[in-house]
């Protein structure tokens, strides 16, 4: 494939370059053809993107929807076929704004007005379509050979929320239609997967705007599932030592003054409220209230560590463009801890943060995960907390005992909190990219914020240091990648139902609702099917939507014995027991937690 450089010259495209350009492309003509079917479009920027190219466009009162989309990619893979050479050339700013002026292309006048003086501008043609970019791309348009426009969504002007929300079409391309049909299976197990259809179907969360978006409800099914989460993450807790408080979702604006966060988090929190003259913010994590469980004691260095946990609600600003579902909200609870330790102590408690990460893991048989130590940008005046050897310590100290654990890890930089640089644990899901589950941060900078102190052997005062982590990260985006993993079909100890009895007819009504009431006495999640429907139904019912792991059913046979046929979703296959052997088995499947 040749590509026309910004020079003027055509050479054949490196491999490595190949998807970049032919993206950039698609943007261009993608572009191209929404001018020609929507004549007053103006264009602001189109890259070319990771998995596809998008364009931001400024529609005027036109609002598209994804139906538009088949008549966009229409007349582009008009525009392949009409085969359009690409040409370049450069020319001088005034010259630029002069042509971008004449074609009413605002956006593109004013990304001029912010390019440096020295700035080489060049613009790409093809046909009627004229556009200014730095290239390279095709030489012509039928080299364009596999594309699919996917979703629109909103983008402010220049990422800033201040201007004008424009409109953002998506796509895809791809070297060939091969390429293309993989992509499209791919999406295809993506929308399988998707926590946002499976918890609806499965009916574990609603969201609902008159509520307000990034604030989904978990309802009885999701919440039952919730529950056995907190349950499991905090017994393995206590086990260790932890001591759990609850902590109001609200504090006060000098809270977040002390503790930096105003100064440095402030766009990801929701405004300032006035009450009686003082100012409030729904809080959007809970070192500063765990700062203050700390000081509302004395402390000896014989009671250190200390280490304090709560399964807490917060609150964080998001725009409304990636918001989703339970999977990032403006809403959330954080299986959070923070732990007080001496300096002697951080490799010691670190290492059981470590294995209590891993070992979480090992029960929920999460085995694609990588380690991330997580530095600041020291360049970055604004993001950080500036005190240049408090952060040379903490990363040294990090780094130092990351190295001694033996534990494989890459660095990135800029990904630190803003009080401490911090290990991330990063999730590869079965579908999507990766993100962070589990987060050790290590912090020298709030506990001398809030002047914590405790009392040394040798009688001074000292700071103690802060492990900040989460093992869950949050319940909610945890329960996400669970139901993406699992296609909703939990193991027993997690399933919101975990077995469902099923009446052949009304002649075993009375005996399945007898063995429905024992099994509920035992604090099994059970549910009986009285609907009149055949038993096939129900059974297909029970094992596709509800995903249960046992189907008990009952029929005349079942209630002259006095027993129970009990199909098992993992085998399919049915076996024939009492009811209180069943329980026992099945509570002792809830106790291994497998």
Not at 192 to 211: C, E, Y
Not at 298 to 314: F, N, Q, T, V
Not at 554 to 576: F, L, P, W, Y
Request: hydrophobic share 35%; aromatic share 10%.
């Amino acid at each position: 494939m040749k590509i026309l450089y910004n020079d003027g010259h055509a050479a054949e495209c490196p491999q490595e370059l190949e998807l970049e350009v032919l993206r950039h492309s698609a943007a261009h003509i993608m572009a191209q053809a929404i001018k020609r079917l929507y004549p007053q479009a103006h264009f602001a920027y189109g890259p070319a993107t990771e998995k596809g190219f998008h364009y931001d466009i400024d529609l005027g009162n036109v609002k598209l929807s994804d139906e538009d989309l088949p008549a966009i990619e229409k007349e582009m893979q008009a525009i392949v076929k009409e085969n359009l050479p690409f040409k370049v050339y450069p020319l001088s700013r005034d010259e630029a704004v002069k042509l971008m002026e004449s074609r009413g292309e605002i956006y593109k006048v004013e990304h001029i007005a912010d390019l440096p003086d020295d700035a080489t501008l060049t613009f790409y043609q093809q046909g009627d379509y004229i556009d200014m970019c730095v290239g390279p791309h095709i030489t012509y348009t039928k080299a364009l050979k596999a594309f699919k426009l996917t979703a629109l969504s909103g983008a402010y002007w220049k990422n800033d929320q201040k201007n004008k929300m424009l409109t953002r079409v998506n796509g895809v391309a791809f070297r060939n239609q091969d390429e293309l049909k993989e992509y499209e299976k791919q999406v295809e197990e993506a929308r399988a997967r998707d926590h946002r259809r499976i918890g609806k179907d499965m009916q574990l969360f609603m969201t609902n705007d008159l509520i307000g978006k990034g604030l989904p409800v978990f309802l009885p099914k999701g919440y039952t599932l919730w529950q056995q989460l907190e349950n499991y993450i905090r017994d393995k807790e206590v086990m260790l030592g932890y001591q759990h408080v609850l902590s109001p979702c609200v504090g006060s604006v000098n809270l977040y003054k002390t503790s930096g966060h105003l100064e440095h988090y402030k766009e990801n929190m929701f405004p300032i409220m006035e009450v009686e003259g003082e100012g409030y913010v729904l809080r959007p994590m809970n070192c500063p209230h765990h700062m203050m469980v700390y000081a509302n004691r004395k402390h000896s260095y014989r009671d250190l560590p200390i280490r304090i946990g709560e399964i807490a609600h917060d609150f964080r600003y998001e725009p409304s463009g990636v918001l989703k579902g339970i999977e990032r909200g403006r809403h959330f609870c954080q299986n959070d801890a923070h732990l007080f330790v001496t300096p002697d102590q951080i490799k010691d408690e670190f290492s059981s943060v470590v294995d209590l990460i891993f070992s979480t893991y090992k029960d929920f048989n999460i085995t694609d995960y990588r380690c991330v130590l997580s530095l600041r940008d020291p360049d970055d005046k604004v993001k950080y907390h500036q005190d240049d050897e408090m952060w040379d310590k903490a990363e040294n100290a990090l780094r130092e005992v990351l190295n001694e654990l033996g534990i494989h890890y890459t660095e990135e930089i800029g990904e630190a909190a803003f009080y401490g640089p911090k290990l991330d644990v990063n999730v590869q899901p079965a579908v999507g990219a990766e993100y962070t589950l589990s987060t050790c941060q290590l912090d020298f900078c709030l506990p001398a914020k809030f002047d914590l102190k405790y009392t040394d052997r040798d009688g001074t005062e000292k700071t103690p240091v802060v492990l900040h982590r989460a093992i869950l990260g949050s319940l909610d985006r945890f329960m996400a990648y669970l139901i993406e993993e699992t296609k909703g079909i939990f193991p027993v100890w997690l399933a919101p139902v975990q077995a469902k009895i099923l009446p052949v007819s009304d002649k075993s009504m009375d005996y399945a609702t007898e063995v429905y009431r024992q099994l509920r006495k035992l604090r099994l999640r059970v549910e009986l099917d009285d609907r009149n429907e055949k038993i096939g139904y129900k059974i297909r019912y029970a094992r596709q939507e509800d995903k249960v792991p046992y189907m008990i059913i009952i029929g005349e046979k079942e209630t002259e014995e006095g027993n129970i046929s009990v199909r098992d979703r993992e085998t399919d296959q049915t076996t024939v027991c009492g009811v209180s052997e069943f329980a026992d088995m099945l509570i002792n499947k809830i106790k291994e937690r497998k």
